[in-house]
């Protein structure tokens, strides 16, 4: 019998290994808080929330963004007059939810995006904001993105715009316009035309390569790389959609962007959306195989009591 026993708890052993969740030591009080330091050249990080939060929802948010009463943070609201601001077609009497903290970087560091809450954040995925970011422009910073429940998301990418003209930049409303856009875009073709979420960020960061590299100066052009991506990630569209992905990519190249900045930002973007991919994949595999391995373990089980 314990041999019997001995892969089974072997099995139990590498699971617990794989789904156990870190922990991290304690100082002598018992406290985890982290002690984050300050960028003078860009002041403290911008927590911005959603307008409408009631005191426990931002409570709650702040909790999952780790803000306490001693950190060194400057924190606004959005609300939907802020929607209007940024985006043509705005509803001032929006409600706000979505949540962020922005922390401005040195030139050259990227952008990071986490989605501290990943089950509220329901439509938009860190790198759809990656790219919308990038198409507003803004680079060079670690954003983290919350919400006290459900809710799609869209609304977070204001706060950012809000949060980083605080910083002392200023942002192109037309170039926020499209990135609002093109996140609109990006969930839909995830939700309604069923292509992965992964898959839909590749396809977009793609064709911005692209355009950064040919820098086309007509539609046709740009209708030329559409298709050639859609051929090359083997992904197929509706008409309807088809169009609306060019007409997006057509303002895009239209836009008064320095496409020659654009290239190390998206081959980093491009890296991470390939890492996912090959992660969601590898942990099918991994999946699949214990599911295989118990299947193994009780059938043989079976046998020697049948």
Known sequence: ???????FITAMLLIGMVIAPTSSLADSDGSTEEVEVVNEKFGAPIVVYGGNLTAEQKDSVKKSLKITDKSDVQEIEVTGKDLATYLQDGDASARMFSSAKITRKDAGKGLV??????????????????????????????????????????????????????????????????????????????????????????????????IAEKNPVSREE??????????????????KD????????????????DFSQWSDELNDLSKTIEDKIGAIVDNEGFWEGVKNFFKDLIDSIRSIFS
């Open 242 to 257: 088809r169009q609306l992905l060019i007409d997006l990519m057509d303002r895009i190249r239209q836009l008064d962007i």
């Open 1 to 7: 019998m314990k041999k019997l026993l001995l892969p």
């Open 222 to 239: 740009v209708e030329k790389i559409v298709s050639e991506q859609l051929a090359n990630l083997k992904i197929e569209l509706s008409e």
């Open 113 to 210: 995006i986490s989605i501290v809450t990943p089950d509220n954040i329901t439509e938009v995925t860190s790198e759809m904001y990656a790219n919308a970011m990038l198409t507003a422009g803004i680079q060079d910073a670690v954003v983290e993105i919350a919400a006290p429940k459900p809710v799609t998301g869209h609304s977070a990418l204001v706060g950012i715009y809000k949060a980083y003209e605080v910083t002392g930049e200023k942002l192109d409303p037309e170039r926020t316009d499209v990135a609002n856009d093109e996140l609109s875009i990006a969930t839909n073709l995830a939700k309604d035309a069923g292509i992965d979420e992964a898959k839909v960020s590749e396809l977009l960061t793609e064709i911005k390569k692209q």
